[in-house]
């Protein structure tokens, strides 16, 4: 049996025309050669960038990242066999962080599967439970109803991506040989009615939208009325208009907000003294949670960052929790008394405009603690930084709060970089976007993810990224001189795992820097140059401050790496936590003195 090249070219491009009329604009791909059908009449048609790759796996995340700065779907292509095994991580990470992915695989006929076919292997559900939706598309044919069958399954794919929570879709296009569609001229009319606006999706999909349950916001309106010493958490989500709408809340309420530096409440105009940024220090103190215990707790986004912080609400099980959260139910501790799937910013709206028509007491004391703690241990965290001589990781955040310029994008790299964002980064009212692939957590794809999100930005963009990760994805430091794009990587490079000095696992020297330490020794200069990319290593930090204003005014990636020692690195870390801390307990005292008297 062999493909009607006829009907190739008319049901693949059907398919990626309706695509393209419902708002997608870029695919990414590697090549290969099952995945012609595909490839080929995308480029053909124009409507898509094209995005070429040639690794699977950073394909992926750059699609990911795309797709995470845009908001919207990035279709994503390969051919047979492992090559579609390569885009798991990617879509693992889709999945958790809602992502919207379209995932568009290209198969063997079903006649050959499973019959020792060379570059196949089983793609039916290959990535489980990590899509929304996954279809075995039918083998291509040229007739009026299979054409409106491809459009409805491109809208519908795109619409099933975009819905709440947002999320990868996996098709999985079969095609016989031979691959190359027909070139001459194939209507891709399906016969219903057509309209004048080539633009105009043929189908169209609305995908339903959550509100604020007014039941809800009723609920949460009368338990803050019932509770003066309250905290909003404001977790890790993408919506940059939850800032204005949660500081509404938070000053109705006269609740201080623990802002996650990726929650987008960090940084913004909206920014005011309810929005503290100096927790994940003050609650590593067991005096200092204690004094600062709530008896409510409104939690909106994902899981925050801080262990400090989560340890803390760990240990208030008396306390009233509720939750916000439009997609899933992100409570590992089992705290919440009440979950409410809505989109944080419209709900935090709701409750504000519900309180401020009769607003509640205030605890003013209550506010001026969480306040004044905060403030002195900012404080005493940005004088220890500004007087540190050496090059060392805690240091880099504080630089950075003062040398973005307004929109630009910081992502950061997973283990000790964000760790060490939500210790170090104050709160600021410039604009800035600041995101991390959090919803694994893992280490793999950031350079590709980031690159992706620099491909779609027209403001700068800086990475920063330790040098285990940065070695995970290597390859794709490619994307970024085939694609001329522009960014800023910073490489934290202590030689290895950084963050396991501060696990308990360091305490056993035999057999640590084996296990977990995993020195490497890799001079990355060479990765850069292999890539063509520029790179400086700064060895004081007016170098740095240099190195940076040069590359974010620039063309092209520029490499800098900061070069650092794990040991010395745990030492400044408890060091600083300890002068937060004492700075946090002093304030505390001078707060109970001021109410005394």
Not at 174 to 188: H, S
Not at 252 to 273: E, F, K, N
């Amino acid at each position: 049996m062999s493909a009607d090249p006829r009907a190739l070219a008319a049901f693949v491009g059907s398919f990626l025309d309706e695509l393209a009329r419902n708002g997608v604009q870029h695919l990414c791909f590697a090549p290969g050669s099952r995945s012609t059908p595909l490839v080929m009449q995308a480029a053909r048609l124009g409507q898509l960038r094209l995005w070429d790759h040639l690794d699977e796996r950073s394909a992926a995340f750059f699609a990911l990242g795309m797709a995470k700065a845009l908001h919207e779907p990035v279709a994503l292509v390969c051919t047979s066999g492992t090559a579609a095994a390569n885009f798991l991580p990617a879509i693992v990470e889709a999945s958790a962080s809602h992502i919207p992915l379209l995932v568009l695989t290209a198969d063997r006929p079903p006649e050959v599967r499973d019959w020792g076919a060379a570059q196949t292997i089983d793609q039916i559900r290959l990535y489980g439970p990590f899509v929304k939706w996954f279809v075995d598309v039918p083998l291509p044919e040229h007739h009026p109803e299979i054409l409106r069958y491809a459009r409805a399954l491109a809208a519908r794919a795109v619409m099933t991506a975009r819905a709440c929570p947002p999320g990868p879709v996996h098709l999985n296009f079969p095609f016989r040989e031979p691959l190359i569609p027909a070139t001459d001229g194939i209507a891709l009319h399906d016969g219903r009615q057509q309209t004048d606006d080539t633009n105009r999706p043929s189908v169209c999909g609305w995908p339903a939208v959550l509100m604020a349950d007014p039941l809800a916001v009723a609920q949460v309106v009368e338990r803050i009325r019932a509770h003066r010493r309250g905290l909003i958490i404001a977790g890790p989500q993408p919506d940059p208009q939850l800032g204005p709408a949660i500081v509404k809340l938070a000053s109705v309420a006269g609740y201080p907000i623990l802002a996650d530096p990726l929650s987008q409440v960090r940084a913004g105009p909206h920014v005011d003294t309810l929005v503290l940024d100096a927790y994940d220090a003050l609650l590593r103190d067991e005096t200092l949670r204690y004094l600062l215990r709530p008896d409510f707790v409104l939690r909106v986004g994902a899981i925050p960052t801080s262990k400090a912080l989560w340890q803390f609400l760990e240990g208030q099980p008396a306390a009233d929790h509720v939750l916000v959260d439009p997609a899933g139910w992100p409570d590992p501790s089992h705290l919440a008394h009440e979950l409410i799937q809505a989109p944080p910013t419209p709900f935090c709206q709701a409750v504000a405009d519900a309180l401020a028509n009769n607003q509640p007491p205030l605890d003013i004391t209550w506010v001026k603690q969480w306040q004044e703690a905060d403030r002195a241990a900012r404080t005493a965290l940005n004088a220890a930084l500004a007087a540190m001589p050496e090059i060392a990781e805690p240091r880099l955040f504080f630089e950075l709060a003062q040398l973005l310029p307004e929109g630009a994008t910081l992502f950061v790299g997973n283990s000790m970089p964000v760790r060490d964002l939500d210790s170090f980064f104050p709160a600021t009212t410039r604009s800035l976007r600041i995101v991390a692939n959090r919803g694994v957590n893992g280490i793999d794809g950031v350079v590709s993810t980031a690159l992706g999100v620099a491909a779609v930005s027209s403001e700068p963009v800086v990475l920063v990224i330790g040098d285990l990760s940065f070695y995970h994805d290597m390859n794709g430091l490619l994307a970024a001189r085939r694609h001329a794009l522009r960014a800023t990587i910073m490489l934290l490079n202590n030689d290895g795992g950084g963050i396991f000095s501060f696990l308990p696992q360091a305490a056993y020297p035999d057999h640590f820097e084996l296990l977990f330490g995993t020195p490497h020794g890799l001079d990355f200069r060479h990765a850069a140059a292999l890539y063509g990319l520029h790179y400086v290593t700064p060895n004081s930090w007016p170098a740095f401050q240099s190195a940076l204003r040069d590359s974010l005014a620039s063309p092209g990636v520029t490499v800098i790496e900061l070069r650092t020692e794990r040991a010395r690195n745990v030492a400044l870390h408890r060091a600083l936590w300890s002068q937060a801390i004492a700075a946090g307990r002093d304030a505390l005292a001078a707060v109970a003195t001021r109410s005394a008297g």
